[in-house]
């Protein structure tokens, strides 16, 4: 039998939250499958093949149901799915959640080591992986590290296997050859869609498995409801769309199978009718295509990727081309997974001409955003500088949305709420909390309490208007001779230097102090060759912002972009290396 994914909730809070219609209560194949009958012909995905309407991808997800149950594939049963952007992504997110499977989704870059070991983790029984994609080949990479895979699909039509958790299944989506022993999925999706039948799985049960870029040794896994994705998660796309009748048209420049991706199948799709607009890669010059190209009304990413963005229009004003600098102004341009800074806020909004969202959210169960209301880079109601505020009390995240996740700041010993203007952890409940770790009982241990709130590892504030402040991490802490140094608070400071595009601060080890802290700048465009910063520059502007002396990196590295993580995150660990051998 598939491992158990209990949930950590209350269950008479689930039930109030589907009674009240905070959640929908229905499964997501259910979601899409109504939205498909109300409007046959909607396009359902834009990717680099073309246009797929509604009813051609529920057909295909039929298929793909009806070759996932003949392969054995049942209720319960995790399988993996490592593919880029592209439609055999949402129809493998459906077809699975059609057959009550749960869905283990993860970024084509993560290497066959850590893939093998989240599968392994999760105990899936088949995972559906790119033949190829940009010079790397997914499948073979699985199959050569889990050859027994390869043995069960040929023994799976004779006997049943002895170990029925164990990966039996790798499934190969071209374009590409399909390596040998893999099940190729062109062959799954000639299946019968006639001979489909829905499983119509319990809403609150398990549907999809976040994975986690959080600071564990190994990659955390999160198993979320069906209600939390479309209910929980939903909410918070609804908050963004001005007129909740007018379906969302989304261009998500972060991975699907990421946890902010996660937005994409279950929400834009399922739950509000919407069109994804998929890029099997980010380039900025791609991305700002995509924008004239298909006029999306809600841009979904990084702000590294919307620095990189920004940089890519100023290069096309410098050299005069046509069109330069202009874009179709989308309803909003929803940034998160890394602090945004005032500047790159500003400066994004003056390009895209819509407000620009800080999104301060987690694969744990957090969500919270400045939304679409705010002025400058301030929600309304609120003095201060950008999205920071005049006291210097961390980034602005918005006002939390019980209908999403109810935000507490807790003491983080004794878990209890602290007063308004106090720091401590931010802790987060509410529809969108997921069930519990997947085969992590150690996690849930550390990070739920006994009601069922989720421990971020952030430290925040809630004022005196109910508005979330992020101050930083606290594991998140570099040590130098004993004196802990917050590289998030140096960070938010660098970033409003005007030869700085972009910037992140990592902890070099020293045989003196322990560890130092080295910035990683990404110089403006404008900072070129003599102009960019040097060390002694960024000092004398932390000093000028009033940072103590104690707290300025001691080392440069500078570097023309950030590497990314699969997920579409600054690289801290590769940055870390770069610096500490530089």
Not at 238 to 264: Q, T
Not at 322 to 349: H, I, N, W
């Amino acid at each position: 039998m598939p491992r158990p994914l209990n949930d950590l909730l209350p269950a008479s809070l689930r039930r109030a939250w589907a009674v009240d219609g905070t959640c929908p209560d229905l499964d997501l194949y259910s979601l899409f499958r109504a939205r498909q009958i109300s409007d046959l012909h909607r396009t359902a995905v834009v990717d680099a093949k073309g246009k797929l309407c509604y009813t051609a991808l529920d057909r295909k997800v039929r298929c793909l149901a009806v070759g996932l149950r003949e392969l054995g594939v049942g209720a319960g049963d995790v399988v993996g799915v490592q593919l880029p952007n592209a439609r055999a992504a949402v129809i493998a997110d459906l077809a699975l959640a059609a057959i009550g499977a749960v869905a283990l989704p993860f970024p084509v870059g993560r290497g066959a080591t850590e893939a093998t070991s989240l599968l392994r983790r999760a105990e899936a029984v088949a995972v559906i992986a790119a033949a190829e994609h940009r010079g790397a080949h997914p499948a073979a990479a699985l199959l050569a590290s889990a050859p027994e895979a390869a043995e069960r699909t040929a023994a799976a039509a004779r006997t049943a296997p002895d170990h029925p958790t164990a990966l039996r299944h790798v499934i190969a989506v071209g374009p590409g050859d399909i390596p040998e022993g893999a099940v190729p999925f062109a062959r799954l999706l000639r299946s019968d869609p006639a001979a489909f039948v829905a499983a119509r799985p319990d809403p609150d049960g398990p549907a999809r498995i976040l994975v986690s870029s959080g600071s564990e040794a190994e990659p955390k896994m999160v198993a979320y409801s069906h209600n939390a994705l479309a209910g929980g998660r939903g909410n918070f796309l609804a908050s963004l769309m001005p007129d909740p009748a007018e379906p969302p048209r989304c261009l998500f420049l972060v991975p699907l199978a990421s946890a902010f991706g996660s937005n994409g199948t279950a929400v834009a799709l399922a739950r509000h009718g919407g069109t994804l607009v998929l890029l099997d890669h980010f380039t900025p010059a791609a991305a700002i295509a995509a924008v004239r190209e298909h006029e999306p009304t809600h841009v979904l990413g990084v702000p590294t990727m919307a620095r990189m963005m920004l940089d890519r229009l100023e290069q096309e004003r410098e050299q005069d081309q046509e069109g330069a600098g202009k874009l179709p102004a989308p309803t909003a341009l929803v940034l998160g997974g890394s602090p945004l800074d005032p500047t790159t806020a500003a400066d994004a909004r003056r390009a895209f001409g819509c407000p620009v969202v800080n999104l301060y959210g987690s694969a744990d169960g957090v969500n919270c955003h400045t939304g679409l209301g705010h002025s400058e880079g301030k929600p309304e109601g609120l003095t201060g500088d950008g999205d920071r505020d005049g006291g210097g009390r961390g980034i602005v995240a918005g006002r939390p949305d019980p209908r999403v996740a109810d935000i507490r700041v807790a003491d983080p010993t004794t878990h209890e709420p602290l007063p308004d203007g106090a720091v401590g952890e931010i802790v987060a409940r509410g529809p969108m909390t997921p069930l519990c770790y997947v085969g992590a009982p150690e996690l849930d241990a550390r990070y739920r309490t006994p009601d069922g709130w989720v421990r971020t590892g952030d430290l925040g504030l809630l004022d005196a208007d109910g508005v979330l402040h992020v101050v930083g991490r606290l594991k998140d802490v570099v040590i130098r001779g004993g004196a802990n140094i917050s590289p998030a608070e140096v960070e938010r400071e660098l970033s409003a230097h005007p030869l700085v595009r972009d910037v992140v601060c990592v902890g070099v080890p020293d045989a003196v102090m322990g560890e130092r802290l080295a910035a990683c700048v990404v110089p403006a465009s404008r900072a070129a060759g003599p102009a960019a910063p040097t060390l002694d520059d960024l000092g004398r502007h932390l000093t000028a912002r009033g940072l103590d002396r104690a707290k300025h990196p001691e080392r440069l590295l500078l570097v023309a972009e950030l590497p990314l993580t699969p997920a579409g995150k600054p690289d801290r660990a590769a940055l870390r290396e770069r610096a500490t051998h530089a």
